[in-house]
């Protein structure tokens, strides 16, 4: 866009950064939620693997349905989000995000598995509006070249919330509004109000903080029509994004049960390892925040990753109901991964296919392997999943100009990866085992790999070149 910032008012834009991270705090909080929701909702209503796979089918689906309808709008009328501005559109899906929590009332209350899919469905669609508006919004904070850094600085608080949630709403409905041994229906009531409520103060604060205007005045900002196609990397980052959110809501959404089988781990129990999982995450987003960050020199950035990831470290171990024993493993993992920076060289595509190589091994250990090690491997996939949303969108959205949002809203479109994997993975788990289940993930880190690999050749400067060859 024309009116993007210069490196000259980047502090400008500390207060709408710090803003949006508190939302992506309660959005990843709010999200990781349903891995808790699985394994309740299997128990109360008695469901099978594929059933249970609902919850996940229902939320990320909406992103889906969202997203097609954005995109149909914005290919016949233009671009919603250029037309009512940014802080309008946020505020809008804070909304009706909260009241996608709100519906959780009646679905306990009345105790009917179908409202309570359908309050996930709403709560979806909010979020959908979110990840149009929220994540091309922190790419344009600042100079394209640091666009990766910023996401993956919010994207780590996103992670912080994930992390947080197994463990507080784990607590929560399998223990402090549970009905005493029983899984009660009303123990999502109460927890959910109150994320309502957190969500409309959220966007109170929103309204009220100046946030800078990236409409632009041109006559060329104009979008119709399907342009944004047109480019070829962001044709393959759809199917990237769809892998790669496939893949990670998936696992995350079966490991009570894998630890369950493999371990003979309690909900009360696994629910700290979950954590685990998507506090590696929370590690290696702000880990890439510091390594993508080209401001930074070389020396001093050495410093930096190991000094977050031993205060982060410290953090996950405060939260989790785990001892020390039982995380040490963990500390492996974040040398793997500082490794997997510093081979990677700052360069976004070269380090996305580096940790999605690494996933891929980390997958075939915990489904051939048993035990610890099994453990240890699926739980270690969290710190390498850590930047590949980041890397794939803001690579995906590269040079693509006035196409920008309407690439997001098919990025976010492919956020079905999210309803889809997990319900095909919940088929073969009913019919092979979890274990073997797991070879599902294992296509679509092999995909993400080779999308990293084709961004680092195809890539290069495509800010000042257009679209990649072979685009049309």
């Given at each position: 866009m024309s009116n993007i910032p210069t490196t000259s008012s980047r502090q400008r834009y500390i207060v709408p950064l710090i803003t949006l991270t508190i939302?992506?705090?309660?959005?990843?909080?709010?999200?990781?939620?349903?891995?808790i929701l699985i394994p309740y909702l299997k128990q109360l209503f008695n469901l099978s693997f594929f059933k249970s796979m609902l919850v996940q089918f229902c939320f990320f689906g909406a992103?889906?349905?969202?997203?097609?309808?954005?995109?149909?709008?914005?290919?016949?009328?233009?671009?919603?989000?250029?037309?009512?501005?940014?802080?309008?559109?946020?505020?809008?899906?804070?909304?009706?995000?909260?009241?996608?929590?709100?519906?959780?009332?009646?679905a306990a209350t009345s105790s009917l598995y179908g409202l309570f899919l359908a309050a996930l469905f709403v709560l979806g669609l909010g979020f959908t509006i979110l990840q149009i508006t929220a994540n091309a919004y922190v790419s344009l904070l600042g100079p394209e070249e640091g666009a990766s850094s910023r996401l993956n600085l919010t994207q780590a608080f996103n992670?912080?919330?994930?992390?947080?949630?197994?463990?507080?709403?784990?607590?929560?409905?399998?223990?402090?509004?549970?009905?005493?041994?029983?899984?009660?229906?009303?123990?999502?009531?109460?927890?959910?109000?109150?994320?309502?409520?957190?969500?409309?103060?959220?966007?109170?604060?929103?309204?009220?903080?100046?946030?800078?205007?990236?409409?632009?005045?041109?006559?060329?900002?104009?979008?119709?029509?399907?342009?944004?196609?047109?480019?070829m990397h962001l044709k393959m980052g759809v199917l990237g994004i769809f892998c790669y959110v496939g893949a990670e809501v998936a696992i995350g959404s079966f490991i009570i049960s894998f630890l369950e089988q493999t371990m003979?781990?309690?909900?009360?129990?696994?629910?700290?390892?979950?954590?685990?999982?998507?506090?590696?995450?929370?590690?290696?987003?702000?880990?890439?925040?510091i390594s993508l960050n080209q401001a930074i020199a070389a020396g001093k950035k050495?410093?930096?990753?190991?000094?977050?990831?031993?205060?982060?470290?410290?953090?996950?171990?405060?939260?989790?109901?785990?001892?020390?024993?039982?995380?040490?493993?963990?500390l492996v993992f974040i040398v793997l991964?500082?490794?997997?920076?510093?081979?990677?060289?700052?360069?976004?595509a070269r380090t996305l296919s580096i940790f999605a190589g690494i996933s891929?091994?980390?997958?075939?250990?915990?489904?051939?392997?048993?035990?610890?090690?099994?453990?240890?491997?699926?739980?270690?996939?969290?710190?390498?999943?850590?930047?590949?949303?980041s890397n794939i969108y803001t690579l995906s959205i590269a040079g693509l100009g006035k196409y920008t949002s309407q690439g997001s809203s098919l990025l976010v479109m492919a956020i079905l990866g999210g309803a889809i994997i997990p319900v095909i993975q919940g088929v073969?788990?009913?019919?092979?085992?979890?274990?073997?289940?797991?070879?599902?993930?294992?296509?679509?880190?092999v995909y993400i790999f080779a999308f990293g690999v084709y961004c680092s050749k195809k890539l290069k400067n495509v800010e000042q070149s257009g679209p990649v060859k072979g685009g049309h």
């Open positions: 939302l992506f705090f309660m959005w990843g909080f709010i999200t990781c939620m349903n891995d992103y889906f349905i969202g997203s097609v309808i954005y995109f149909l709008v914005s290919s016949k009328w233009g671009d919603p989000v250029n037309k009512v501005g940014y802080k309008k559109s946020i505020i809008a899906g804070i909304i009706l995000s909260a009241l996608g929590c709100a519906l959780f009332w009646p992670s912080l919330g994930t992390t947080i949630a197994p463990v507080l709403g784990g607590h929560l409905i399998f223990e402090f509004f549970a009905d005493g041994d029983a899984i009660s229906p009303q123990a999502t009531r109460i927890p959910y109000l109150i994320f309502a409520l957190i969500l409309l103060l959220v966007a109170v604060f929103i309204s009220v903080v100046k946030l800078p205007s990236f409409q632009s005045a041109d006559e060329d900002m104009e979008v119709k029509g399907w342009g944004a196609l047109k480019f003979g781990m309690t909900e009360a129990v696994s629910k700290n390892y979950l954590a685990l999982y998507w506090g590696g995450a929370m590690i290696g987003r702000f880990l890439g925040a050495l410093v930096y990753m190991v000094g977050i990831a031993a205060l982060v470290f410290l953090l996950i171990f405060s939260l989790v109901d785990l001892s020390f024993s039982q995380v040490q493993f963990f991964n500082l490794l997997g920076f510093f081979i990677g060289k700052a360069a976004p891929v091994l980390l997958l075939i250990s915990s489904t051939l392997n048993s035990g610890a090690l099994a453990m240890y491997s699926i739980l270690g996939i969290g710190i390498f999943n850590s930047i590949m949303f073969l788990a009913d019919h092979l085992g979890v274990q073997l289940s797991l070879m599902l993930p294992v296509i679509c880190y």
